[in-house]
């Protein structure tokens, strides 16, 4: 009678347990992804810029205000997207470092003078290398460093009006 009662139970446990891991799937946010980076400070990196080639960058721009961080490529439709309100922000005067990610980078020059140019400081990151040291998911991804270069928040998606008002701005204005 035990053996019975197992080999009905077994399947029954585990039927619910992948119901109440698909049960969590359903109702989790997938913009908020764990970053294993939130509280350090961004990666040791030198990138060239993406207009000139023989100038260098390094982790020394986060330093000295908060600043997002927008991961973005021309073969992400959901990066031209987001485009438009990127530069309503720059606008405002939210200081972003654009991040071209594993990109040709005419196109990308190409796309910031059709669209406009709302980062301050252009990496080019032909190779995904300080992406991959990012964890980068894929394209847009931003994240909101603070005034000591030091990762506080990632976000993963378009940044747009709705989710800068109800969540991303206050993360921003909070940043130090």
Not at 140 to 164: A, K, L, M
């Amino acid at each position: 009678m035990n053996k019975r009662l197992m080999y009905f139970m077994l399947p029954l446990v585990a039927f619910l347990l992948v119901a109440i891991f698909l049960y969590r799937g359903l109702y989790s946010d997938a913009t908020e992804l764990e970053s294993v980076l939130i509280g350090k400070p961004v990666p040791e990196f030198t990138l060239q810029d993406i207009y000139q080639q023989d100038k260098q960058h390094d982790a020394k721009i986060f330093k000295g205000q908060p600043l997002l961080l927008n991961v973005w490529a021309t073969w992400c439709p959901t990066c031209r997207a987001e485009h438009t309100f990127l530069n309503s922000l720059a606008a405002q005067g939210v200081k972003i470092v654009g991040l071209n990610y594993k990109d040709d980078r005419n196109k990308a020059i190409s796309w910031l003078e059709q669209l406009g140019n709302p980062y301050q400081v252009n990496l080019y990151d032909g190779k995904g290398l300080l992406a991959l040291d990012l964890g980068v998911y894929g394209a847009p991804e931003t994240y909101f460093i603070d005034s000591q270069g030091v990762i506080r928040y990632r976000h993963v998606g378009d940044v747009n009006q709705r989710n800068w008002q109800q969540t991303l701005g206050p993360i921003f204005a909070g940043l130090e």
